[in-house]
């Protein structure tokens, strides 16, 4: 049985896994505005990916025999100074999040919540790789700077992103 604090506080990320969802579909709308096809595909691919994170957290507050409380989702902002401005504030993002899951495990640890805290030691490792993606990404845009040859190359890079579904 989950504690009240706890399922709050998993609530609570559902909507912010909802809510990252949301803002990679609204980058990859306005990469796809700039003309930047495969960002785009890859912000797709990236919001995709939130929805699987969503389910994680529905699937496992059922499973502990919980409640769902779905709540309104944040409009995201809509444009960004330039490429690298997108991918900069998705890194900021992915640190923010990364930042709300550590709070989760401490909460599971104070709770003594074992299986909460065998939950999020998936996300604590996911976290782990979406930074490191976006983190280079954001460095290949700096090396990049204004050359349109680089910036083409990498939105071709980034259009092969397949979805690879989270594994248990
Ligand atoms: Fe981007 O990992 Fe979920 O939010």
Redesign the pocket.
């Known amino acids: 049985m989950l504690s009240p604090k706890m399922q709050e506080a998993l609530n609570s990320q559902i909507n ?2 909802y809510y ?1 969802s949301y803002l990679y579909l609204s980058m990859a709308a306005f990469c796809d505005r700039i003309d930047l096809k495969g960002f785009s595909h890859w912000f797709r691919i990236q919001s995709q ?2 929805m699987i ?1 969503v389910m994680k957290f529905f699937d496992y507050i059922l499973d502990r025999d919980g409640q769902v409380t779905l709540t309104a989702i944040e409009a995201p902002p809509t444009s960004w100074p330039s490429a690298l401005g997108v991918f900069e504030a998705a890194l900021a993002h ?1 640190r923010h ?1 990364t930042n709300r899951i550590g709070k989760l495990v401490e909460l599971a640890n104070a709770e003594g919540d074992h299986p909460t805290h065998a939950l999020l030691q998936w996300f604590v490792n ?2 782990i790789e ?1 930074e490191a993606s976006v983190d280079t990404i954001v460095k290949q845009l700096r090396m990049a700077g204004d050359a349109p040859v680089a910036l083409l190359m990498i939105d071709r890079e980034l259009g092969q992103r397949t979805l690879t579904p989270a594994t248990e």
Do not use: K, R, T
């Open positions: 912010a896994e990252s990916e939130e994170h992915e999040i996911e976290q979406e």
